[in-house]
Structure formats: structure tokens, C-alpha cells
């Protein structure tokens, strides 16, 4: 198995910084023992112009029988004489695969010691592969490597025997890809899209296969065209494994536009409240501004042990895990798929000891009382409320504030004055589809004060997001203290939202 990977330069930006991106030295030829071979890097070429790395994998056939690997893509043994005569010595597969992300570890990683500004930064390549098997045919590999960012995708058949033109193509075809673009982004496609094309893997697929796709596939497979069959064939074919892995993809799609992790399940951040922020904060998106918000009211009321009610996918507990002062982390939600979903992108199980135990995923109700949940400094309800029927806001009120009763109460909810803002939402459609009512500013003032005098609290208000000096701020939070009534804290607008009243019970705003 062969691929060469060529870069060019100049004085200033010499090529040969290619052996600083793969860290390896390109007056050295080098070899790495793997599983089932020996890889060997190597430079044919190295000028300030012109840099070429070489990555030659030598597999031992016969071992790779011995050890249990030389099996068909259906898991029965192959004929006999097949298991000793194949292509994996001579075509790029999942052998290979393993060898370039065993091998080029760090480049993969976009990780470079010496000169760590280096792979952020796109550069023209070329990269080759003489012979690559394509279940698909070219055509195949073109529409997955098309939509990848290369501006040359070129795929020629290798025929069955070139003195024997009537036998017509094999299953192989010589891919050359050329364009500009970040080392790792250009291995990671490499490292997944390889064993897809052959469509059959050396090695036992285990769940954590899931996580090694979403690791190389992160920028680029989420929205991918062929998504599904990548995920499928990269899973050989399990189908537990890629619901799972089409699962977390669809959450990853619904992403923050920056890249960032997403929102609760039924919460992501749309579109729409992206394309409404101030063009001086429009890079911030308003999930992320609400989340800085709340972890500030937290902090500035000295809560330590916190209850994320509503707790989605976790993204408000991982931003709080950052901060030390947070000792206890309850994470609460109805749905125990949006707890699994939130426990695997938070990494429990990998969490140290003293890490893991500051953080709970517990599964329960928000409309009924429940007693784990009382003696708590705080409380968050980040966009919950909307998302329940108006007659059943009442039970949530209580649960909350009459029974858990934690010292500070953070809700969050959309001002539904700022949809106007929105150029893309239709007159009179709510933000998310699920929302039974959506607030004004008096709206939301007057309940939360009602509430607060309900159960013994006092109450203040924060805008968050970009202030609109005719509708307000696009999101609007209460901040609820146990036993005080001020109309105005540190840092907040007690005023800020006007008066009025509340909206009739069981209908929307």
C-alpha cells in the first residue's frame, strides 16, 4: 500500500515545513512496526519549493491469516487459497487506515510542537493513492470526495490487465486529489473515507468505533451529502452502531454555526435567532450568550451547588464544569435519551473520580415535586418554561420554587417582542416548533413577579443578548432570591422590561 502527499513553497514559507506538520524529519527514512506490518515514511523529494512524504505499509498476509484478520467483509472465512492471496497488501484499506492515523498521530490531531501555528493554516496538496479499492466504482469516490473542499478530484479506473482491454476495469482506481486545505482535515478524509470505499474492515467494529468516526468526521461529516453511507459502511454495516452514530451526527448538524456544541435536544439554537443578533455580536451566538449570562448570575449570587433543570443535552453543566466553584452539578430532564445523549458528550465515563463527582444525570418530571432535589443554592430554568402547556405551568412553580426552594432561581425565556427582528420567521410563528406561548417583557415581568410573591421570593431581570432600543432583548431572565424583594440587583435592569400583564391561562402570548 502507497499514498504520497506533496505540498509546494517558497523561501518565506518553504515546503519542507510539511515534516513539521507529520513530525518527521525529511532527511530520514523511517519505520514503525503496526499489527499487521511495517510502515515506512519517506521523502523522495524535500526543497524549499517542493515537498513529497511517502507512506508505504508492507503487510505480512500470512500473519494477517494467523492472527484472525484475514476474513471476508462478512466475517466467514474466505477459500483458502484466498486467504493467503489478496489485495491487502497492494490496495489502501482499512489496514491502511490504521497505519496513517497510527503513524501520522499528530498531524491528524492538528498538534505540531515546534511550530504549533502550522496546522491551522491551509496549504496547497496533492495527495495520491495508485491503487484504491472503489465498491462504487469512480463515480463513488467522487461524490464523496467532491463535496470535501478539494479543487481537483481525479479518479482514473485501473483496468483488470492492461493486455487484455476487453476484461474491461477492476474494483481499483488511481485517486489524485489536489486543493488547499489543512493537513489534518486532508488525513482525517483519508482515514475515514479509505475503509469506506473498500467496505470492509480487518478488525472487530466495537461501539467506541462511533466515537473514532465523530472524532476524524468532526467539520465535515455532519454535513456531508453521503453521510449515511459513510456512517453505515465506516460501521460495517451494524445497525445499532449507526443509529447511534446518525443519531449524534443529526445532533452535530443542528450545531451553534461557530462549531460549538449544541443545544437541549427540543432548545438548539435556530437559525433565526443567529441571523437577528446586532452586527457587533452577531459572531457570539445567543445560545452561548444566554449560557455566559446565567454562569455570571450564578457566580454572582455564590452558588455552588446547582440544579440544571431541564438539563437537554448538557451543554450548561459543561460550561459549568469549567468553573471549580461549582461543587455539585444536577443535571435533571423528563427524557432519558437527551441524559444519555448529555452523559456521552459530557465523557463521564471518562471523567476522573474527582470530576465525575461533581456532576448527576438524573431522570425525572419538573411538574411533580421531588425531594432530591431540595437544599440547593441554585436553580436553572434555561428556556423551559415555553416549552410546557400554560395550564401546567402552575405545578412547575411549585415544584420548584414551594418545594425544592433553592436560594437563587434563574429562568430564562424568549422575549417574543424581538421576533420582528427575525427576518426569516413568518408573522405570529413562534421560534421552535414545540413552544406552546412565547412572552413579552411585561408578560414574562408580570408572572415572574406573581410567582415570587407566591413563594417568598424577590426578583430582578436581565436582558440577554443585543438590546433593541424598541423591542428589547432577544431573550429575557429573571434571577429569583429566596427571601429578599428587591426591585433592582448589581448588573441588572429591574426596569428593563416595562409593565403589563400577564396572558389568560391556557393560551399563548
Given at each position: ?59 505480512d ?40 492515523g ?10 505540531c ?15 495520491e493513492i ?104 465506516y460501521?460495517?454495516?451494524?445497525k445499532r ?13 443542528l ?31 445567543l445560545a ?9 448570575a ?9 440544579l ?100 437563587t ?20 410563528q ?68 416595562g ?11
Amino acid at each position: 500500500m502507497f499514498m504520497t502527499i506533496t505540498t509546494t513553497g517558497s523561501a518565506e514559507k518553504p515546503a519542507t515545513d510539511l515534516g513539521f506538520l507529520l513530525h518527521k524529519h525529511p532527511q530520514k527514512a523511517q519505520a514503525f512496526s503496526t499489527s499487521h506490518g511495517t510502515a515506512h515514511v519517506l521523502y523522495p523529494e524535500a526543497t524549499p519549493e517542493r515537498c513529497t512524504a511517502a507512506l508505504l505499509l508492507e503487510v505480512d498476509p500470512v500473519a494477517l491469516v494467523r492472527r484472525g484478520q484475514g476474513r471476508g467483509r462478512s466475517g466467514a472465512p474466505d477459500a483458502a487459497l484466498a486467504q493467503y492471496v489478496n489485495d491487502r497488501p497492494y490496495a489502501a484499506s482499512s489496514l491502511f487506515a490504521v497505519a496513517l492515523g497510527a503513524v501520522f498521530r499528530s498531524a491528524l490531531n492538528a498538534r505540531c510542537t515546534a511550530r504549533p501555528e502550522l496546522p491551522q493554516q491551509a496549504r496547497p496538496l496533492r495527495v495520491e493513492i495508485p491503487a484504491l479499492p472503489a465498491r462504487g466504482g469512480p463515480e463513488l469516490v467522487r461524490r464523496l470526495f467532491g463535496p470535501l473542499g478539494w479543487s481537483a478530484v481525479e479518479v482514473t479506473p485501473v483496468p483488470l490487465d492492461t493486455r487484455f482491454p476487453q476484461w474491461g476495469d477492476s474494483r481499483y482506481v488511481r485517486l489524485v486529489l489536489e486543493g488547499e486545505l489543512r493537513l489534518a482535515d486532508a488525513l482525517r478524509q483519508l482515514y475515514v473515507l479509505l475503509p469506506v470505499l473498500d467496505d470492509s474492515k480487518h478488525y472487530w467494529v466495537a461501539p467506541d468505533e462511533v466515537d473514532k468516526l465523530l472524532r476524524a468526521g468532526d467539520g465535515w461529516l455532519a454535513g456531508h451529502p453521503e453521510h449515511g453511507l459513510i456512517t453505515s459502511r465506516y460501521l460495517a454495516r451494524s445497525k445499532r452502531l449507526t443509529q447511534d452514530a446518525l443519531e449524534r451526527l443529526e445532533l452535530v448538524r443542528l450545531a451553534e454555526s461557530d462549531g460549538s456544541v449544541v443545544e437541549e435536544l427540543d432548545n438548539a439554537a435556530t437559525e433565526t435567532e443567529e441571523e437577528a443578533a446586532d452586527a457587533a455580536e452577531r459572531s457570539v451566538p445567543l445560545a452561548r450568550q444566554r449560557r455566559a449570562a446565567i454562569v455570571d448570575a450564578l457566580r454572582a449570587a455564590g452558588a455552588h451547588r446547582v440544579l440544571d433543570l431541564g438539563c437537554g443535552q448538557g451543554q450548561l453543566i459543561h460550561d459549568l464544569l469549567r468553573d471549580a466553584s461549582f461543587t455539585e452539578i444536577v443535571g435533571v430532564d423528563v427524557s432519558v435519551r437527551a441524559l444519555t445523549i448529555a452523559a456521552r458528550r459530557l465523557r463521564l465515563e471518562r471523567m476522573g473520580e474527582r470530576q465525575s463527582a461533581r456532576v448527576r444525570l438524573t431522570q425525572g418530571s419538573l411538574a411533580y415535586t421531588d425531594k432530591r432535589l431540595t437544599g440547593y443554592d441554585a436553580a436553572v430554568l434555561s428556556e423551559v418554561i415555553e416549552h410546557l402547556d400554560l395550564p401546567r405551568l402552575p405545578a412547575l412553580e411549585y415544584a420548584v420554587f414551594g418545594s425544592a426552594r433553592p436560594g437563587t432561581v434563574l429562568v430564562t425565556t424568549p422575549n417574543v417582542e424581538y421576533n420582528v427582528r427575525w427576518e426569516t420567521l413568518p408573522a405570529g410563528q413562534v421560534r421552535h416548533t414545540d413552544h406552546r406561548f412565547e412572552w413579552t417583557r411585561a408578560e414574562f415581568r408580570d408572572w415572574a413577579h406573581r410567582t415570587a410573591e407566591r413563594h417568598g421570593y424577590g426578583v430582578a431581570f436581565t436582558p440577554v443578548g443585543p438590546q433593541d432600543p424598541e423591542v428589547g432583548p432577544p431573550t429575557q431572565m429573571a434571577v429569583f432570591t429566596l427571601n429578599t424583594v428587591p426591585d433592582s440587583g448589581p448588573g441588572t435592569e429591574s426596569g428593563a422590561y416595562g409593565s403589563g400583564s400577564a396572558p389568560k391561562e391556557g393560551t399563548a402570548a
